[in-house]
Antibody, heavy 122, light 107 residues
């Protein structure tokens, strides 16, 4: 089964761009019918879906992030990435990557990374 | 956006009990509904997809039902490892949205 592992800086300055990578092992990121997702969770709060990318490269994002988010795939490295620009303290959270399989991701987000904590502070 | 409302927000129960958590969508989502279990400091774990289908390896003590706007997660014969926070999530339309969570605590 696919395994996921997030990586990236744990501290980002306000107004800068948060960049995280999710490494995919045990399978190919180019596999058909896989959607690659990012989700975040502020400390003590609930889950927020950030967006997802399909194998073809098509993306869907949460409008609440007001156009600050970009998700991309690097097939040569078998990983996908999240970039969130113009960050503020409100973007401080644990960030998870997750995969969803099946037509339109019908089987749900069944594999998750362990999560990585990102703090936005000067 | 589709709003997902879970009830109750918290629930106390005893080992051996059967509990039910409800999730209501602000508009119809067919059966594109998932349930997750999250323990402190851990990533969410997928329990159910398609409203009623158990993920591989999830014990049959967990069951889901519903379609349209009203959904339930039932856990029977609670064990200590079941005490956690549970989230529903709709993935029928963008943005995919989660319920606020239900914290299941030991009585």
């Amino acid at each position: 089964q696919v395994q996921l592992q997030e990586s990236g800086p744990g501290l980002v300055k306000p107004s800068q761009t948060l960049s995280l990578t999710c490494n995919v092992s045990g399978g190919s990121i180019s596999s058909d019918s896989y959607y690659w997702n990012w989700i975040r969770q502020p400390a003590g709060k609930g889950l927020e879906w950030i967006g997802r990318i399909y194998t073809s490269g098509s993306t869907s994002y949460n409008p609440s992030l007001k156009g600050r988010v970009t998700i991309s795939v690097d097939t040569s490295k078998n990983q996908f990435s999240l970039k969130l620009s113009s960050v503020t303290a409100a973007d401080t959270a644990v960030y998870y990557c997750a995969s969803a399989s099946g037509y339109l991701g019908y089987f749900g987000m069944d594999v998750w990374g362990q999560g990585t904590t990102v703090t936005v502070s000067s | 956006d589709i709003q997902m409302t879970q009830s109750p927000s918290s629930l106390s129960a005893s080992v051996g009990d059967r509990v039910t958590i409800t999730c209501r969508a602000s508009q119809g989502i067919s059966n594109y509904l998932a349930w997750f279990q999250q323990k402190p400091g851990k990533a969410p774990k997928s329990l159910i997809y398609g409203a009623s289908n158990l993920q591989s390896g999830v014990p049959s003590k967990f069951s889901g039902s519903g379609s349209g706007t009203d959904f339930t997660l039932t856990i029977r014969s609670l064990q200590p490892e079941d005490f956690a926070t549970y989230y529903c999530q709709q993935y029928n339309s963008y943005p995919h949205t989660f319920g606020q969570g239900t914290k299941l605590e030991i009585k």
